[in-house]
């Protein structure tokens, strides 16, 4: 059994270990400095037992704040005013020891920050971010003098909706917290977008399609330059402008208030007139290449010359290389360039010119030196011109119709060809060069005078023929050709050779041409006797006489012989009273009266 003594050791233990027991020591804040700051604004705490760990907290109980601590020992703090409430508020130190008493202090807020608004512009309905600082404590947000939706709200984000109803354009947005004002500048509008210019190569003066959308009230600009906006028509899904004379290539723009800017992917190119100070040939054919000098020549999508379109190749912004066309005819002609940029037309004229053709000259016959007149057509710019093989300097010329040239001096009959660049061309008949008559054949040998005769050979023509006896040119007979005569033998023709004479001199046939003449009488006599005697006829052309025959004709041959320029014939048996008959290559002749045959 336990003593009482025990009992009292006991309780005098359990009195003296609560006396020993450790006593809490909460901190304790002295002082704040300074007592009033704005949010994120530095202040200094004192005092003790602050601790290792301390929590320093702004408010009232229901809506502490905790604040940022940048430095802290058991004496002192130095803290940020966190985002309490604006306005008289206690500070407290708490640490694991106990919660210190408050201190007064005033909250400033400072008026609103703003980093961002995102976006910068939008239509009624927009849902519009502005981020930034110091946004709470917020007492309205509007839109010009229109109150927005706010849809979020923090210290550093607000999110708001564009209100219905306000015009397009350029406003503020009007931020009003307890720390102050904030104006932020906002355009009601959508931002533009170029989808499409057209045409890509345009020239000054010309019009140019922008497509997109949201482009009213929008300001064009090509390569910064600006397009008058009374040449532009505007409307919210295109804008047609016209291009400015000193436009430059670049990219197209579309201000819309001043801010709100759309960029054409593409480039247009400004295309400026083309021109032609001269061309490096004045005439040519086709196929010739000629350079046009001039500028902006460049983008030139044509060349023509008159209306004909010729192939080209650009060598430089002041040089194109063109080709002739065909065309079908000798002409002057004009030579033009084209581009988006326009149409110019070269001052210099282009003469086209072809080959000649149907060539004629005069006379066709000629002397050797003497000038012949060739025409035809196309006689342009002639080169050379070959006459019998030989070429011959050209004397005069009407350009294009005609040319005097000279025969050479060794000439012989021949072609007659002119040549120009495109082409030659050559008569379709030869010249004949004038030599003396030749003459190769006579048909028939033997005629009687007034009859033809057919004369072959060459250089015929003109030629005077004269047949023996006679002093006068025999008579056309119809035909007069170089290589062929017709003439009539003359009434006082004698056989013999045949002489022709020409410009150049005289020729003579090889063989001699017998001129037929029938048997003239003039009488006989006796003017009867018996068969076997001798009759004497005499006339004209006894010696040509073939056969004699009595009584018309009738009877068989007489034997005859020539006496001087008398027949002396017989008179055969089978004669009979009646006309003496002569027969001679020209035919018969009779006498007048008979002869009497005496038995």
Request: some cysteine; aromatic content about 6%.
């Amino acid at each position: 059994m336990r003593s009482p003594f025990y009992f009292l050791l006991i309780s005098i233990f359990l009195a003296c270990l609560s006396a020993c027991r450790v006593q809490n020591n909460p901190p304790e804040l002295l002082k704040v400095s300074p007592n009033t700051a704005y949010v994120d604004r530095e202040v200094a705490l004192s005092g003790y037992q602050f601790g290792s760990e301390p929590v320093v907290t702004f408010g009232e109980a229901a809506s502490l704040v905790t604040a940022r601590i940048l430095s802290s020992d058991d004496n002192n703090i130095r803290v940020s005013v966190p985002f309490a409430p604006p306005g008289p508020t206690q500070i407290r130190v708490r640490n694991d020891q106990g919660v210190s008493d408050p201190l007064p202090f005033t909250v400033q807020q400072p008026a609103p920050a703003l980093s961002a608004v995102t976006p910068a512009n939008g239509l009624p309905g927009t849902t519009v971010v502005l981020t930034g600082n110091y946004l709470n404590q917020l007492l309205s947000i509007k839109f010009s003098d229109a109150d927005a939706v706010i849809r979020d709200s923090t210290a550093q984000k607000l999110t708001v909706v564009v209100p219905e109803n306000l015009p397009r354009g350029p406003l503020s947005i009007v931020v009003e917290t307890k720390g102050g004002q904030l104006l932020i500048p906002f355009i009601v509008a959508d931002t533009p977008q170029i989808t499409s210019i057209s045409p890509r190569s345009v020239r000054p003066g010309g019009e140019l399609l922008i497509q997109g959308k949201n482009l009213t009230d929008g300001i064009v600009r090509i390569n910064g330059l600006l397009v008058f906006p009374t040449n532009t028509t505007v409307k919210d899904n295109e804008i047609r402008a016209t291009v400015p004379a000193n436009a430059t290539s670049g990219v197209v723009t579309v201000t819309v208030f001043e801010r709100l800017i759309a960029t054409s992917a593409d480039s247009v190119k400004i295309v400026q007139q083309p021109s032609v100070a001269n061309l490096s040939l004045r005439d040519g054919i086709a196929g010739d290449k000629i350079i046009l000098n001039g500028l902006n020549l460049r983008d030139v999508t044509s060349v023509t010359f008159g209306t004909t379109a010729a192939a080209f190749r650009v060598l430089s912004d002041s040089q194109i290389e063109t080709t002739v066309p065909t065309l079908p005819a000798p002409v002057q002609l004009a030579v033009s360039v084209g581009s988006v940029g326009g149409t110019f037309t070269a001052t210099d004229p282009f003469f086209y010119y072809v080959a000649p053709g149907a060539i004629t000259f005069s006379p066709t016959r000629a002397l050797r030196n003497a000038q012949i007149i060739i025409t035809g057509q196309n006689l342009h710019r002639i080169t050379e011109v070959k006459v019998s093989g030989f070429t011959e300097p050209i004397i005069d010329r009407i350009e294009g119709s005609q040319l005097r040239v000279s025969v050479p001096a060794n000439a012989l009959t021949g072609a007659v060809t002119v040549t120009n660049r495109a082409g030659s061309s050559t008569a379709a008949r030869q010249l004949v060069v004038i030599q003396p008559p030749v003459v190769t054949e006579i048909i028939p040998t033997k005629a009687r005078p007034g009859e033809r005769v057919v004369l072959k050979g060459n250089f015929l023509l003109n030629a005077r023929i004269l047949f023996t006896g006679t002093a006068v040119a025999a008579a056309d007979g119809g035909r007069t050709e170089d290589n062929e005569r017709w003439v009539l033998v003359p009434a006082d023709a004698q056989s013999g050779v045949i002489r022709l004479t020409n410009e150049v001199g005289d020729a003579v046939t090889t063989d001699a041409f017998t001129v037929l003449r029938l048997a003239v009488i003039a009488g006989f006599a006796p003017q009867s006797a018996v068969v076997g005697a001798d009759v004497t006829i005499t006339g004209q052309h006894m010696s040509s006489v073939k056969e004699v025959r009595f009584n018309g004709g009738a009877s068989l041959p007489a034997p005859f012989r020539l006496s001087g320029n008398a027949l002396i014939v017989t008179v055969p048996g089978s004669a009979t009273t009646g006309q003496i008959c002569l027969t001679t290559d020209a035919g018969v002749s009779c006498t007048t009266g008979n002869f009497t045959v005496v038995r």
